[in-house]
């Protein structure tokens, strides 16, 4: 037998308006197709009742105390919680609880419980739009981490023996995303080779004749270029937290925490960012290309050692080649396919370190290869570090300058397969 159904038009608009009352916005909406069945209840009886029990289940899940479970804590949430916390007094620590996590870098890894920080960097890095980013250091779960916090972003990135893993955080957002800079691609040689040598004793008698820059006052800038081929795959955001971050923390805190260091990411640059490359000059058209872009800015970049030019790649630079530096210069490429640590490797060349000065240490219960090692194996981690001979290098091409007089402006190329 065919049940029949009718309902008066008033009693449904009363009995929606009641719902209406503790529903929030979003399930009031999800009941305007209610509205457009009261012309035609008679017609559509079961659709209808469809409708009324959808919405009487909404109304228990929005009234009943028991329905509601723990809510994931928004991002925005802890954007909010960490801009507090660093307003204070610090160390001080952040409950990541309730987070909820996703991205390629989160798969095999428990979700991060507690974020401690220790300290604030005393550096300058700024992005595109003229946005400024504060840095700080501490501990994520206990394992050092580096914080960046720029914009609407809050990245952390921890170094660990398969790379940078970043967890990124969006004011606005529910979620955290995970972003990994991989300790290295495959294993082989990263040969940087001399193509000038120069021996330490013609090293002092550059010293003793005075041909070296003049001792460093103020700040030094690094001008970081994203070749238009990386857009749209990395932003800088995320080179920054994977390639650059954990090296600033290192110079700031071990190496040479008496500098200031200002590191500025470049937007795209007709002329500058889509130059070609992946040819033996790249280097020597880099550097010509850089020192036009200066001039136009009024940057010095002739007779200072302070200014550092890095133009990131997607692929090599030179056929074979991950990066390539002017030793003690100014000009620098790399690609952000080879390994994570490549930007620290070229820069810590433009600030005088040297592989030979490089080791492999066993440290933490592992081995690991130190910034400036020559080849990389996938058996080993990153020290994430350079030597105490490599300190005292780029230590004293901060102070004293550069130590080359074969070129006005660069010491020897070096390059790295």
């Known amino acids: 037998m065919r049940s029949t159904f009718s309902l008066r038009p008033a009693s449904l608009l009363r009995s929606v ?111 595109p739009g003229e946005v400024e980013a504060l840095m700080y250091v501490g501990r994520l ?28 955080f969006v004011a606005g957002g529910d979620e955290v995303s995970h972003f990994l800079a991989p300790a290295a691609p495959n294993d082989g040689p990263f040969v940087d080779e001399v193509v000038q040598p120069v021996t330490e004793r013609a090293d002092r008698s550059r010293r003793a004749s005075g041909d070296i820059d003049p001792p460093a006052s103020g700040r030094f800038e690094i001008h970081i270029f994203t070749h238009d081929d990386v857009e749209p ?20 805190t ?19 960012t889509n130059i070609p490359y992946r040819y033996a000059r790249a280097l020597v058209d880099w550097t010509h290309v850089a020192q036009r872009w200066a001039e136009s800015e009024d940057i010095a970049f002739y007779g200072t050692h302070q200014n550092k030019f890095v133009l ?62 020559p080849s990389t194996s996938s058996f080993r981690s990153n020290c994430y570090g350079y030597t105490r001979a490599n300190q005292r290098r780029i230590r004293a091409h901060l102070v004293e300058g550069r130590r080359w007089n074969d070129e006005p402006n660069r010491g020897p190329a070096v390059i790295g397969r």
């Open 312 to 373: 990131l790649t997607l692929v090599e630079p030179v056929p074979g080649v991950t990066g390539i530096a002017w030793q003690e210069g100014n000009a620098a490429l790399a690609s952000v396919g080879g390994r994570y640590r490549i930007v620290a490797h070229e820069l810590g060349h433009l600030f005088g370190a040297q592989h030979g000065d490089a080791e492999v240490r066993f440290k933490g219960g592992w081995w690991c290869e130190s910034n400036m090692y």
């Open 141 to 168: 779960d206990g394992q050092p981490a580096v914080v960046t916090r720029a914009g609407s972003r809050l990245d952390v990135s921890v170094s660990g023996a398969d790379g940078i893993r970043v967890a990124g």
């Open 254 to 272: 071990t190496t040479a925490p008496f500098i200031r260091l200002h590191v500025n990411f470049h937007a795209p640059i007709h002329g500058v």
């Open 17 to 127: 308006c009641s719902l209406c009352s503790v529903l929030s916005l979003r399930s009031v909406l999800s009941l305007r197709s209610i509205f457009s069945l009261r012309r035609d209840a008679s017609r559509r009886p079961s659709a209808l009742l469809r409708h009324l029990a959808f919405a009487a289940t909404l109304f228990v899940g929005a009234t009943s105390p028991a329905s509601a479970g723990p809510s994931p804590t928004p991002a925005t949430d802890l954007v909010a919680r960490f801009d507090a916390l660093v307003a204070g007094s610090l160390p001080g620590s952040l409950d990541l609880d309730g987070i909820r996590h996703s991205g390629p870098g989160s798969e095999g890894h428990a979700s991060p419980k507690r974020l401690d920080i220790t300290s604030k960097l005393d550096v300058g890095v700024t992005f």
């Open 233 to 252: 795959y990395l932003s800088r955001e995320q080179i920054h937290a994977g390639y650059v971050s954990w090296w600033l923390a290192d110079m700031l």
